[in-house]
């Protein structure tokens, strides 16, 4: 018995890992969406921090939770960069000057030898274990509890409503927006420092547009309700392809099918008023 | 003057001149390349300024046209102009049924505003997967002189028959759809529901029908897209349409969402910017400088070329 | 009088059970991408392995021991591929896993294979840096750097180049792996470098770049690119009137039917160099080239060549390994015998382990003539 659940855990660990690392990674977009904002750039966030934290532990043997920490400061502060200039507009300024980031981002990791250009780092050593992001995440979701009740996320919810109100009633609409969009930048960084120590490899290749695309609808799916729809939206896009091996070489399909299926059926997303409502009346 | 001097000043001009049919060649690869991305996001554009979503299918609908047009050339032996208009016609098809599948059933509702975008995600991938199954991943092509090699030589500058046709078609189509917008009913309607989509419900405009010619219109254009593209640069296969899609995001911003003319401007500015970078930078930093600029005019034009400020956010 | 019978029932299934149990199954893990668009690299390796499984089972298999192979899908994708090998490695227990298909993935999987001393062998990593993650991991794909040095030094004695433009794929490890090779070698031998030019992957024109390199005139363009872009490249050079001396030099990624395929006559004269190749004339190739194409409808590709040598060459260690059923030592003792592989002849030649456990093999250079692959120099 013992052996069967070591010998399942082995098996399936690296699975857990990234359930809670794409988690992580639905938490920061969901910060920005919480203020009606588009971004397309926390997968280059994400990458920012993998990088940073890889050549942290490899190159200066710095300890992992310092590195994990540089790891998301960098994006962060890369995010107020951006975030100052564009987020003072409202539309789709976001969703283009990070599409734009996404692509700079993409070429300096090729084009610098530190990130070890196209063939990326390897060796990563292996730092994550299951009690950091049990903790990361835990973390994550007592300060996400807290902002629910607290002015900054009142703001949010009010920017999120209607902008111009929101700066009418002397709401910092771009101070919040800013903040919001820095915090999940550090979330993706610290999310891609923790994926890199237990896949051992980074390159440039895993963090464009495309996986950008796929942490937008983690969240959208699982519903941005609240910030336990992203998470659940991740778990079950993380897990649905393992799941469908059976599919063979129309697991994507089906993929595809049920993506489509729960958004029609649930276009507030799976964790979301309605989807309680029903089962309240239900019940 | 010096004969050695003589010869020297000739063999400036002789760089001189090398620059300058150099130039007009990129010039000329920048018009093609860039006519191609302004025909893609012609489609993709139209859809936003009407239906109001982010299609993601789009370069889906872009793949099964350039494999509709190979089909039609290979298995019914069609010629370029009908094999043009199967691929519009099974391409605006697939793009009929995406909108009756994934978008329609979510008009009826509130939703999440992304959500329809992330319904034509489950759609692209459904499509995507499917097209892998029935080709393989690997690249096909048109037969030999589907379209004959003729290259024309302008002055110094070479472009092939096929470029000529893509530029055109571009531009023609630029051209009928803002005709058929101003000038006809329906593009009337199509206005209309674009502006304001219960105003146009009372007017007694079929809003459901509108959006569905729409989609198929967007559709047919993606898959002229696809099809030119395949002849052109002989690389059609199931995911082609994923680094289109990927400029088509950026072009469609930078026009002016939902903007025709904005579409093929942008999409021109990419093409020459990714040339011309290419050409006069380096290689090695040609998408960082082509996003970076179109980012930059942005900001200059907050709402893109030729969109309106205090449109709704996306 | 009844227990004898029953007696007797027992003897006769421990017999059968005795009889059947060396003719137990060898499990063999293949992780390839088999969807998405890595799967077009993926698939020509599954299908190398399935039917050299096909044959060594048709012959009765490994001393009477039928290979299984379990074969997964991993996408391309690094996590994919660490999931995928963890599977094999626990769940399923096979002696061996063939895989992952890019070398990307192969740094993130192979660690995890190593580490529990489960042997991995990669047909299609040419990445530096590969077999140094452990000694149990193996590779047949030969690397860029046992090659492109002949090829270059062959095509510069025969076509008498002095000055060459190069053009390469910046942003994947394996065509930037064969740039950083053919640099060397180009300074080695005392070429000029007119230009440098890059691409990235997926890129469909390539009109810029061939127009600056058309205007500097060079004795050739080395290019190293995946197949679909290298044929791109190869005809849109010529649709731009780059005169035919103008000789494209390339590396593992031309050697596919695709190039042909897709750049019809351009392709002519095009030189690159490999181990295998399509139109080999040898018995052995000639026999697995037909059954191929026969049993999959197209023929096979460098990727399927290598995959389908690797099978074979893990049955020769298979075969000299002393296997005790006790998987752990298993794995051990398969990895002794599997480096000690030496002169296997397989579709590709004569092949052997060097002490890296890297492919010790002679490349051959080639030339496109009327549309077939043929030897340029041995």
């Known amino acids: ?283 | 003057m010096e004969p050695e001097t003589a010869f020297s000043a000739i063999g400036e001009d002789l760089i001189c001149i090398g620059r300058v049919t150099v130039f007009l060649q990129q010039f000329a690869n920048a018009l093609a390349l860039g006519s191609v991305y302004a025909l893609f996001a012609i489609g993709f554009t139209l859809i936003f300024g009407v239906l109001e979503i982010i299609t993601l299918a789009h370069g889906t609908i872009f793949m099964v046209g350039a494999f509709a047009g190979l089909l039609a050339v290979t298995k019914l032996h069609l010629g370029l102009g009908p094999a043009i208009l199967t691929a519009m016609l099974a391409a605006g098809t697939l793009g009929w049924v995406i909108d009756l599948v994934a978008v329609r059933p979510l008009r009826k509702r509130s939703f999440h505003h992304l959500a329809p975008m992330i319904a034509t995600i489950g759609c692209a991938t459904f499509i995507t997967s499917i097209a892998q199954g029935l080709f393989g991943a690997e690249a096909y092509r048109f037969p030999f002189d589907f379209v004959p090699a003729t290259s024309y030589t302008l002055g110094p500058v070479q472009l092939t028959l096929l470029q000529l046709i893509i530029i055109a078609i571009s531009f023609a189509f630029m051209v009928i759809i803002i005709v058929l917008l101003h000038k006809t009913k329906w593009g009337k309607a199509v206005r209309a529901v674009a502006e304001n989509r219960r105003t146009a419900a009372l007017l007694g405009i079929p809003v459901d029908r509108v959006y569905q010619i729409t989609s198929f219109t967007a559709g047919a254009l993606g898959g002229a897209a696809g099809i030119l593209t395949g002849i052109n640069f002989n690389t059609i296969h199931a995911f082609m349409g994923g680094p289109m899609l990927h400029r088509g995001i950026a072009v469609v911003i930078l026009g002016g969402m939902g903007d025709i003319r904005g579409a093929l401007l942008g999409g021109l500015i990419l093409g020459f910017s990714e040339i011309m970078s290419v050409a006069y930078i380096s290689s090695d930093f040609r998408d960082a400088v082509s996003f970076g600029l179109l980012f930059l005019i942005l900001l200059l034009k907050p709402a893109g070329i030729f969109g309106r400020t205090g449109e709704r956010k996306v | 009088m009844k227990l004898p019978g029953k007696a007797l029932v027992l003897v006769t299934a421990i017999a059968l059970f005795a009889t059947a149990s060396p003719a137990a199954e060898i499990r063999i893990g293949v992780a390839e991408a088999l969807t998405g668009p890595v799967a077009k690299y993926g698939v020509p390796i599954r299908n190398g392995f399935a039917l050299a499984a096909e044959e060594i089972n048709a012959k009765g298999g490994i001393k009477g021991n039928k290979i299984e192979l379990i074969i997964e899908d991993e996408q391309g994708k690094k996590e994919e591929a660490i999931n995928v090998f963890k599977k094999f490695i626990f769940k399923d227990r096979t002696l061996a896993i063939f895989g992952p298909t890019l070398s990307n993935s192969a740094f993130a999987a192979d660690p995890i294979a190593n580490a529990q001393k489960t042997i991995v062998f990669g047909t299609s990593n040419t990445a530096e840096g590969i077999t140094a993650i452990g000694p149990y991991v193996f590779r047949n794909s030969i690397a860029e750097a046992d090659i492109l040095p002949k090829v270059v030094g062959v095509a510069k004695k025969k076509l008498g180049l002095k000055k060459v433009a190069i053009l390469y794929g910046n942003d994947d490890s394996f065509t930037k792996s064969g740039y950083d090779v053919f640099k060397r070698v180009v300074e080695q031998e005392k070429l000029q470098v007119l230009t440098t030019e890059t691409f990235a992957k997926g890129d469909i024109d390539f009109s810029a770049q061939l127009t600056k390199i058309k205007n500097l005139n060079p004795d050739a363009i080395i290019c190293s690119a995946l197949v679909e872009e290298a044929a791109n490249i190869i005809l849109q050079a010529r649709k731009l009137g780059m005169p035919e001396r103008i000789r494209f030099i390339g590396g593992n990624g031309f050697n596919s039917a695709k190039l042909m395929e897709i750049a019809g006559k351009a392709a002519e004269g095009s030189i690159s160099g490999s181990p295998w190749f399509l139109d080999d004339p040898s018995a052995k190739n000639q026999e697995f080239v037909r059954t191929y194409t026969a049993k999959f409808s197209i023929p096979p590709d460098q990727f399927a060549a290598q995959a389908y040598d690797a099978l074979y060459i893990m049955a020769e260690g298979i075969k000299a390994a002393k296997l005790s059923g006790n998987l752990e030592k298993d794995r051990t003792a398969l990895r002794n015998a599997l480096a000690k592989v030496k002169n296997f002849k397989g579709v590709g030649g004569l092949f052997s382990f060097n002490e890296n456990r890297d492919a010790a093999q002679k490349g051959r250079v080639l030339i496109i003539k009327k549309g077939k692959f043929s030897l340029y120099a041995e």
């Open chain 1, 1 to 283: 018995m013992g052996e069967f659940l070591a010998s399942t855990w082995y098996t399936y660990n690296t699975l857990l890992y990234t359930i809670f690392v794409n988690g992580m990674l639905a938490l920061s977009i969901y910060l920005t969406l919480a203020c009606g904002q588009l971004s397309l750039g926390n997968a280059a966030f994400m990458g920012m921090g993998a990088y940073t934290a890889a050549i942290l532990t490899m190159k200066a043997g710095a300890p992992f939770g310092i590195a994990l920490i540089a790891g998301g400061a960098l994006p962060a502060l890369v995010a107020l960069i951006i975030g100052i200039p564009t987020l003072r507009l409202s539309g789709v300024y976001l969703a283009m000057a990070t599409l734009g980031f996404g692509e700079v981002v993409r070429v300096a990791f090729l084009n610098m030898s530190i990130t070890g250009g196209s063939l990326g780092l390897n060796g990563v050593p292996a730092k994550t274990e299951f009690w950091h992001l049990l903790l990361v995440m835990g973390i994550l979701i007592y300060f996400f509890v807290k902002l629910k009740s607290s002015r900054f996320g009142r703001a949010l919810e009010a920017i999120n409503e209607d902008e111009t109100a929101a700066s009418v009633m002397g709401i910092r609409t771009t101070l919040f927006k800013v903040w919001a969009f820095a915090a999940g930048a550090f979330i993706a960084g610290v999310a891609g420092g923790l994926n890199a120590h237990f896949t051992f490899f980074v390159s440039p290749r895993e963090y464009g547009f495309e996986f950008a695309v796929d942490i937008l609808t983690f969240a959208i799916l699982g519903g941005t309700q609240t910030f336990w729809g992203p998470i659940v939206g991740s778990t079950i896009l993380t897990l649905l392809p393992e799941l469908l091996r059976f599919m063979g070489p129309y697991r994507l399909a089906l993929n595809g099918l049920i993506l489509l299926f729960v958004v029609i059926y649930l276009p507030n997303g799976i964790v979301s008023r309605d989807t309680f409502k029903k089962k309240a009346d239900r019940g």
